[in-house]
Nanobody
Framework: QVQLVESGGGLVQAGGSLRLSCAAS????????MGWFRQAPGKEREFVAA????????WYADSVKGRFTISSDNGKNTVYLHMNSLKPEDTADYSC?????????????????WGQGTQVTVSS
């Protein structure tokens, strides 16, 4: 079965950096577009970033543009989210997701598979 397993979350001070990883199995990774979403307590899940199946096209939420970078490694079936200049408002549970189609990558409904998430906490 399809599994998406996130890692790399943790506690970091404001201004610091983290790299999240999402390892995929049970699917043909190169056929899927990959995305990251986050959900803070009491808030709706929100789109963070996505990368096309080619690994070339990327999209970002305005709130993270210039600070976060998404990348993928087809050889390792893994997508990454490099997060720099972290702010307390970036605190959330971060989940990766896989989408066969690329027409709704900024919407959670556009994804076919989801990971369990990894917690990121940014202290002020």
């Amino acid at each position: 079965q399809v599994q998406l397993v996130e890692s790399g979350g943790g506690l970091v001070q404001a201004g610091g950096s983290l790299r999240l990883s999402c390892a995929a199995s049970g699917l043909t990774f190169r056929r899927y577009n990959m995305g990251w979403f986050r959900q803070a307590p009491g808030k709706e899940r929100e789109f963070v970033a996505a990368v096309g199946r080619s690994g070339i096209s990327t999209w970002y939420a305005d709130s993270v543009k210039g600070r976060f970078t998404i990348s993928s490694d087809n050889g390792k079936n893994t997508v990454y989210l490099h997060m720099n200049s972290l702010k307390p408002e970036d605190t959330a549970d971060y989940s990766c997701a896989a989408a066969l189609e690329a027409n709704r990558l900024a919407s959670a409904g556009g994804y076919d598979y989801w990971g369990q998430g990894t917690q990121v906490t940014v202290s002020s």
